[in-house]
């Protein structure tokens, strides 16, 4: 007959060792942008833009997105956070002159049926506001892009002189 497996006896606990101290988050482990520097960021971004759309400056999304590209590098796991802030505040910053023209009256909604249909577009407003919208969001990506390229060409070398711009993919050259 087979004889069962004798239990080993109990160990004793070692002896308890004290945690280690822990890490405080420093410049490396900064994950993205805190909650109220893209609220911020929203904010005034959307201020300037209105502001100067109602003045006619319709080129003022391009430079809040190059300001964001710039921005964004500091935060390289989580920068999309920052351009988002930046599109929303761009386009919230175009619609609000839109819609303040609209609610004082102004033939605002007349006026884009007209552009829209000359444009051999569905002669609606909506269709216009959309696409005026579309190209402030457009604008501020454009912005980023050429932000981050031209950072990107100018990032200086160790040694001080610029550095040639860093190759991705096997292409020939």
């Known amino acids: 007959m087979a004889e069962a497996p004798v239990p080993e006896p109990a160990q004793e606990p070692g002896p308890v060792q004290e945690p280690g101290p822990v890490p405080e988050p420093g410049p490396a482990l900064v994950s993205g942008p805190p909650a109220w520097m893209l609220a911020a960021a929203f904010v005034v971004v959307a201020v300037i833009v209105a502001a100067t759309a109602q003045a ?5 999304p391009f430079a809040a997105g ?30 609000l002159p839109l819609w ?8 605002a909604g007349a006026t884009a049926r007209v552009i829209a249909a000359t444009a051999g577009l569905p002669p ?12 402030a969001a457009l604008q501020v990506l454009a912005g980023t892009w050429l932000a981050r390229a031209v950072a990107a060409v100018a990032r200086p070398a160790p ?13 020939v050259g």
């Open 56 to 60: 006619g400056a319709w080129w003022v």
């Open 66 to 95: 190059a300001g964001a590209g710039l921005a964004a590098l500091r935060w390289r796991p989580r920068r999309g956070l920052i351009l988002l802030a930046t599109v929303a505040g761009a386009v919230a910053g175009w619609g």
């Open 100 to 107: 303040i023209l609209s609610l004082r009256g102004f033939p």
């Open 124 to 135: 609606y407003a909506a269709v216009m506001v959309v696409l005026t919208l579309l190209l």
């Open 159 to 171: 040694d001080g002189e610029l550095a040639p711009p860093r190759r991705r993919g096997g292409g």
